[in-house]
C-alpha cells in the first residue's frame, strides 16, 4: 500500500470515528435531556446545549426530535437488554433464563421509567426486525430448541411471541394497570412446550436480583429525571 493509500485510509477511519463519537453524544445529551425534561418538552435548543455542539451539527445526524427520541429508546433497550442477557446466559435452563430474562426486562423498566415514556410517545416503532428483542433472544430460543427444552419451531415464531408479549405488558404499565409477570411468563412458556404444570413453576420462583451499572446511560439519566 502506499504512504498517498494509508494517509487518505487513515483520514477516513478518522472521519468515521468522529461520526460515531458526534452520534453518541447527541444520543446521551438528548437522554439526559429528556429524563430532566421529559420528550414532549424538550426542545433542540436543549439538547444541543447539553452536548455542547451547533444547531447544523445536531441536523447532520437527525432530521427531528422525533428521529433522536427513537434512537435514544433503541439505546435505552440495548443497554437494558444486555444487562439482562448477560446476567441470564449464566442460567443453564433456557426455560427459567427466560422467564427469568422476562422478569429483569420488565423490573428494570419500571425501576428507570425513562423507558416507559419513550414507549409511550413513539409506541410500537422500532419493533419487528432489528429490534434489540429480537437480536438478544435467539441464543436462549435456540439451546431450548437444540437440546429439547423447547418445541420445535423456528426461532421467527419464537421472537414474535416473546415481542408482542412484552409490548403488551409494557402497554398494561404504560396505563398503569398492575401486571402479573408470572402469568405471562408461564404462558410464553406454555407456548414454547413446556408443560402447564412446571412452566407455572417456574414462572413462580423468587427471581434473583439483577444490578444495572452505574456508569451506563439509563442509570445516569435516572439521577436526571424530575419525576
Known amino acids: 500500500m502506499s504512504p498517498l493509500k494509508r494517509c ?11 461520526r460515531v463519537q458526534m452520534r453518541k453524544r447527541l444520543i ?10 421529559g420528550p414532549e418538552a424538550t426542545l433542540i435548543d436543549h439538547i444541543i446545549h447539553e452536548a455542547g455542539v451547533s444547531r447544523g ?5 437527525f432530521r427531528s426530535i422525533d428521529e433522536l427520541l427513537e434512537e435514544a429508546k433503541f439505546n435505552l433497550a440495548e443497554e437494558i437488554i444486555s444487562v439482562v442477557s448477560t446476567t441470564a446466559s449464566k442460567e443453564t435452563d433456557p426455560a ?7 422478569n429483569w426486562f420488565i423490573r428494570i423498566a419500571m425501576e428507570y421509567p425513562l423507558y416507559l415514556d419513550f414507549t409511550a410517545k413513539l409506541g410500537t416503532r422500532g419493533l419487528g426486525q432489528g429490534s434489540m428483542m429480537r437480536e438478544t433472544t435467539p441464543p ?21 411471541i ?3 408479549t412484552g409490548l403488551a405488558i409494557l402497554r398494561r404499565l404504560l396505563a398503569g394497570e398492575t401486571v402479573d409477570l408470572p402469568s405471562y411468563a408461564a404462558a410464553i412458556l406454555r407456548m414454547l412446550g413446556i408443560a402447564p404444570d412446571e412452566a407455572a413453576e417456574i414462572a413462580a420462583r423468587t427471581v434473583p436480583d439483577i444490578t444495572v451499572p452505574d456508569d451506563l446511560l439509563i442509570a445516569r439519566s435516572a439521577g436526571r429525571s424530575t419525576t
Open 8 to 18: 487518505i485510509d487513515h483520514r477516513t477511519l478518522v472521519a468515521k470515528k468522529r
Open 28 to 37: 446521551e445529551a438528548a437522554t439526559l435531556v429528556f429524563a430532566e425534561r
Open 57 to 61: 451539527s445536531f441536523y447532520n445526524y
Open 96 to 102: 427459567v433464563a427466560l422467564s427469568y430474562g422476562l
Open 140 to 160: 436462549i430460543i435456540r439451546m431450548g430448541i437444540e437440546t429439547g427444552r423447547f418445541c420445535a419451531m423456528s426461532e421467527q415464531t419464537a421472537a414474535d
Open 162 to 164: 416473546l415481542e408482542t
